[in-house]
């Protein structure tokens, strides 16, 4: 089955940036075209962040990371990166990476089956 691995994530100041990334293996875009970027913070649910296509289109974004956060994924790679500028204390949080064999997808979990561990981020 699908393994997704996200890593990037750790400790910034406001105002900072980070990088996450998510390296899928057992996996084709083919059959899971559809890949996102969800997160949890302390005491919440989890929410979805951004979800991208086959191609690498975002085709949501949440309205709290619009314009600060931004989704690429490089299919020979089987990665997908998520870039986070203008960072927020409340964009504390697990970053997880999904994957959907959905064509299209939204910002709900639903159609997500394949998630990997988390990233942590943490902004102070």
């Known amino acids: 089955h699908v393994q997704l691995v996200e890593s990037g994530g750790g400790s910034v100041q406001a105002g900072g940036s980070l990088t996450l990334s998510c390296v899928a293996s057992?996996?084709?875009?083919?059959?899971?075209?559809?890949m996102g970027w969800f997160r949890q913070a302390p005491g919440k649910e989890r929410e979805g962040v951004v979800v991208?296509?086959?191609?690498?289109?975002?085709?949501s974004y949440a309205d709290s990371v619009e314009g600060r956060f931004a989704i690429s994924r490089d299919t020979t790679k089987n990665a997908l990166y998520l870039q986070m500028n203008s960072l927020k204390p409340e964009d504390t949080a697990m970053y997880y990476c999904?994957?959907?064999?959905?064509?299209?997808?939204?910002?709900?979990?639903?159609?997500?089956?394949?998630w990997g561990q988390g990233t942590q981020v943490t902004v102070s």
């Open positions: 999904a994957a959907s064999a959905r064509v299209n997808c939204g910002l709900g979990e639903a159609g997500f089956g394949y």
């Open positions: 991208t296509d086959s191609d690498g289109r975002a085709l």
């Open positions: 057992r996996y084709t875009s083919r059959n899971y075209p559809c």
